[in-house]
């Protein structure tokens, strides 16, 4: 199993027309529901990632969703979906699978990300449909958030949530759900360009990882099935991953 170096490396980017169509794909799978968009969405553009990978790393994922304790730990995910959308896109639940409530959670995450007005001006003509059919049929709900997102002060501290988004995206595709906690904490750290220096960072950033973990209830495999993860990459499995893995190429 491998994966881009976690001491030197980020995720590379997705062209826009590659993402246009993954997000098509998983507005097709979802059935209306957003939580379910962002889980398809993320599997998705980590699939895309594997692929380029190679086909050990393709392999390896593969295997990786026979595993007894994935169906557990996506489900994990999804519910993790459903409270970030709660909790960084001020979406309820009874609004997060309404017919609109995709194009909602688009708008809102787009707000919720940018940085600046250019990219708030960005969303606002992407969206720009979307946004006249709120206003055609009522949608106060909808504006009352709205307003909220373009507003700098209140948009500021929900940009804290690019970590729990990252977490959620990378925690199946990236494997992070079968490594212990410290190796998962670091490479999700490494990935998003922010490789603690000293132990002390490394500490901060794993009670970070730790404190995101718990409060999102995501599921890791027990007991870990990665030891470690080499200079270049790879995925070093412990013993039992080993043994793990090999029956399951043994019965296919």
Partial sequence: ????????QSWPAIDEQTLRLIDEEARKRCTGDAAMWFHHRALLEGEFRIRNQGKKAWTGWVLARTLPQFK??????????????????LLPREQQADIHAINRAIIFDGCRRARNEQQLAGILQARAPSICE?????????FRTFGR????????????????????????TSHLWLMPERTASDCLAGWRGQKPKTTREGDKVLWHF????HGYKLKSHRPSLVGHIESDGMFILTPQGRSLFRSLIRSK
């Fill in 1 to 8: 199993m491998s994966q881009p170096d976690p001491a030197s």
């Fill in 72 to 89: 557990i730990a996506e489900a994990s995910v999804i519910e993790g979906w459903r409270k970030f959308l709660e909790n960084a896109l």
């Fill in 134 to 142: 709120f206003a055609a049929t009522g949608q106060v709900p909808f």
């Fill in 149 to 172: 997102l373009l507003n700098p002060s209140s948009r500021s501290p929900l940009q804290a949530y690019d970590y729990v988004h990252a977490m959620l995206s990378h925690w199946l």
């Fill in 210 to 213: 730790k404190k995101t973990k």
